[in-house]
Each structure stands twice: as structure tokens, then as C-alpha cells.
């Protein structure tokens, strides 16, 4: 009965109507590498919060950050990358999320080399996974590592 008298609310008041689209948010697209930028204000927003929380990788000069959604809701991750002769593809990636607490930390124990990060899909067990340069890494203990399955 709800649905119908909400239903008619809407169609009766425009404005009610735009107002309920205009607050609904797209569910974030997964399998797509997460494109990242090294300069600007998301750059600058990552550097701020590696510098504040002592976040190595991303607190490299040349480090750059891009932006996405790992789980269903409002919480947001930063992925990070930055150049480095450790390893052979010339990249090593971080991803960052925030607590509820409001601190920020790195799902995986260390970065990795790597070049590319996307987030799904989900494991049996209907967790968001990461897959990174096509490898998926699922979450154990405090750290996302390599799935076995």
C-alpha cells in the first residue's frame, strides 16, 4: 500500500518526483579499470591523506590517484599509483580506504607491482573482490590477498 501512495504523491507533485531522482545514486560500474590522475584536486586530496595518516606510496611526489566505489553505499577508495624500479612493469599500486573511524589505511598488507585495479567481481560468497592486473584478491583477516578459488 505504500509503494501506491508514494506512487501517487509523486505523479501528483512534480517537484516530489525530481526531488527522489535527483537524490538516487547510480550503482558504480565494476570490471573497469579505475583511471587515475596525477595532478589536481583529487591528486592533491591524496597526497593530503597519505601525508596525514603516513600512507607511504601515496605520499611519492609522482604518485597519482584515482577514485572509486569497492562496496555498495558511500564509502569511497583510493587507488594509488607511483613509478618505481623495483618492479618490472615500472608501477606500484596501493588502494586506500576509510575507516568509520574516519582514519585511512591500505587494503593490501604492501603495495603491489602492479599497473591496473578494478573492483569485482564478487567472490562464492557474495564479497566485492579486487582484481589486480587481472588477478583477483579477496579479503582475509585485515588485508585483501590473492584468492585461491
Known sequence: MRVVILAAALAACPALSFAATATATAMTPRGVPIA???QGPLAAKGHKIARDFDLALGQDPAACFGQGHLYDGNSNQLVVTAPSKACPGGTMLDVYEQARSGTWGSLLEKP?????????????WGAWMLTIDGRHYD?????YTPATY
Not at 603491489?112 to 562464492?124: E, I, M, Q, R
Not at 579479503?139 to 588485508?143: D, F, H
Open 112 to 124: 603491489l607491482c602492479a599497473a591496473s585495479v578494478s573492483f569485482g567481481p564478487k567472490n562464492p
Open 139 to 143: 579479503q582475509r583477516g585485515a588485508y
Open 36 to 38: 587515475t590522475q596525477c
